[in-house]
């Protein structure tokens, strides 16, 4: 067995650990001698019984044996492939706990990540449809070697094997009859991916663009993202990362002006499409790179907001320079990664260019790790 220097904790030991707490990913954390040990699908205050099946220099990973001690949040998953698929984390939470822990996670991140003391955090906005909500989802197929057979699903949640599934609980009931389809008409042959997606009714939305994969809990991102731009009072709105113009034209009506851009030049022509489907006269749309627009972009700002709901990776951190340098009037920063983005704030905040007036998150992905955050942030007086 391979036994880890530092505390004599080997390979395949069953141990009995109380979960203090979750990380930000979804896995209880627990400690063996002072040692951190991360096990997934358990809730702080269990007792569990684990079998070790990592060891590194700082932390172990191990595997979920038998809750010994349930915690009182503690639920019977949905989902039949909970515990194997590896698209959701949270199933075995009652959802108003779920809420609490990815609250206490984003606070946890602004203040380790973000360098920032007693954040501003909103309790997390509750998603009206816990259950069957996703408007898109990917599927992966795989050989399998061992049934000899084409797999359809989602990557376990502790390798790169796919599992093998004939409906996902979180998907809506629509993505659900397209996944059955698949199923009776598999690709050619493993390897391959398939993209299943509902659009909405009323936005013109390329297949491929990206849009919000909840329309249950889309109204509240959009009414937290309202209550900053009028708790400012700005005059004029950039929309950076646009898309299809979804934000911008969501809160045209709160000032005088929207620009957007995007380099998706497929969304920047359904971002046009939607303005006139509105019946809006003060946006205007462009393509471009959001990191070269933003120099000329963000000069004369005083009555300006300026919303960025970029992809996971964050903002370059040259663009967040830009930004603490020309200093626009308030930036609502939309995010779906709260450590990326407890990064981008430390930056636009260093040397009191801005700050963090407050987070409002909204839980637009119940049952798995992930969260969306709005940040108000206020230009400093220079």
Same mark, same amino acid.
């Given at each position: 067995m391979e036994e880890n220097k530092y505390t004599n904790l080997a390979i395949c030991s069953k141990l009995e650990i109380e979960i203090e707490d979750i990380a930000f990913g979804g896995e209880g954390v627990g400690r063996y001698n002072d040692f951190v040990v991360f096990i997934p699908f358990t809730i702080p205050g269990e007792k569990v019984l684990v079998e070790i099946a990592e060891v590194k220099k700082n932390?172990?990973?191990?595997?979920? &044996?038998?809750? !010994?001690?349930?915690?009182?949040? $503690?639920? *019977? @998953?949905l989902c039949k492939y909970f515990g194997d698929c590896g698209g959701c984390q949270y199933q075995h939470i009652a959802y108003p706990y779920q809420l609490q822990v990815k609250r206490k996670q984003i606070v946890d991140l602004l203040e380790r990540i973000g360098g920032f003391t007693s954040p501003q955090v909103d309790e997390v906005s509750a998603c009206p449809r816990p259950y069957q909500y996703r408007n898109k989802i990917m599927v992966r197929s795989q050989w399998d070697k061992l049934q000899k057979k084409l797999v359809i699903g989602f990557l376990r949640y502790d390798n790169r094997l796919v599992s093998d599934i004939q409906e996902c609980k979180i998907a809506e009931p629509n993505i659900n009859e397209q996944l059955k389809k698949v199923r009776e008409n598999p690709p050619p042959r493993g390897g391959l991916k398939v993209m299943l997606r509902?659009?909405?009714?009323?936005? /013109? #939305?390329?297949?491929?663009?990206?849009? +919000? =994969?909840?329309?249950?809990a889309l109204p509240i991102l959009v009414e937290k993202a309202a209550d900053c731009i009028k708790n400012s009072n700005a005059k004029y709105l950039i929309d950076a990362y646009c898309g299809i113009g979804f934000f911008g034209i969501s809160l045209a009506n709160f #000032? /005088? $002006?929207?620009?957007?851009?995007?380099?998706? !030049?497929?969304?920047?022509?359904?971002?046009?499409? =939607?303005? *006139? &489907?509105?019946? !809006?006269?003060?946006?205007?749309?462009?393509?471009?790179? %959001? *990191?070269?627009?933003?120099p000329n972009l963000s000069k004369n700002l005083e009555n300006t907001a300026l919303l960025m709901d970029p992809? $996971? %990776?964050? #903002? @370059?951190? /040259?663009?967040?320079?830009?930004?603490? +340098? =020309? $200093?626009p009037k308030q930036i609502i920063y939309v995010s779906c990664h709260p450590a990326t983005f407890a990064r981008d704030l430390k930056i636009l905040c260093e040397g009191g260019a801005f700050e963090l007036k407050r987070v409002s998150p909204v839980d637009m992905f119940p049952q798995t790790k992930h969260v969306e955050c709005v940040a108000d942030l206020r230009s400093a007086v220079p």
């Amino acid at each position: 067995m391979e036994e880890n220097k530092y505390t004599n904790l080997a390979i395949c030991s069953k141990l009995e650990i109380e979960i203090e707490d979750i990380a930000f990913g979804g896995e209880g954390v627990g400690r063996y001698n002072d040692f951190v040990v991360f096990i997934p699908f358990t809730i702080p205050g269990e007792k569990v019984l684990v079998e070790i099946a990592e060891v590194k220099k700082n932390f172990a990973r191990a595997l979920l &044996l038998k809750v !010994l001690e349930p915690s009182p949040h $503690r639920v *019977e @998953p949905l989902c039949k492939y909970f515990g194997d698929c590896g698209g959701c984390q949270y199933q075995h939470i009652a959802y108003p706990y779920q809420l609490q822990v990815k609250r206490k996670q984003i606070v946890d991140l602004l203040e380790r990540i973000g360098g920032f003391t007693s954040p501003q955090v909103d309790e997390v906005s509750a998603c009206p449809r816990p259950y069957q909500y996703r408007n898109k989802i990917m599927v992966r197929s795989q050989w399998d070697k061992l049934q000899k057979k084409l797999v359809i699903g989602f990557l376990r949640y502790d390798n790169r094997l796919v599992s093998d599934i004939q409906e996902c609980k979180i998907a809506e009931p629509n993505i659900n009859e397209q996944l059955k389809k698949v199923r009776e008409n598999p690709p050619p042959r493993g390897g391959l991916k398939v993209m299943l997606r509902l659009l909405p009714s009323d936005w /013109e #939305v390329p297949f491929d663009s990206f849009f +919000q =994969n909840n329309f249950y809990a889309l109204p509240i991102l959009v009414e937290k993202a309202a209550d900053c731009i009028k708790n400012s009072n700005a005059k004029y709105l950039i929309d950076a990362y646009c898309g299809i113009g979804f934000f911008g034209i969501s809160l045209a009506n709160f #000032v /005088e $002006r929207v620009i957007g851009f995007d380099i998706d !030049l497929q969304a920047i022509k359904a971002a046009k499409k =939607n303005v *006139e &489907l509105k019946g !809006l006269k003060n946006c205007e749309f462009y393509p471009g790179k %959001t *990191e070269d627009l933003l120099p000329n972009l963000s000069k004369n700002l005083e009555n300006t907001a300026l919303l960025m709901d970029p992809p $996971r %990776t964050g #903002v @370059p951190v /040259e663009s967040l320079k830009i930004l603490r +340098q =020309n $200093r626009p009037k308030q930036i609502i920063y939309v995010s779906c990664h709260p450590a990326t983005f407890a990064r981008d704030l430390k930056i636009l905040c260093e040397g009191g260019a801005f700050e963090l007036k407050r987070v409002s998150p909204v839980d637009m992905f119940p049952q798995t790790k992930h969260v969306e955050c709005v940040a108000d942030l206020r230009s400093a007086v220079p």
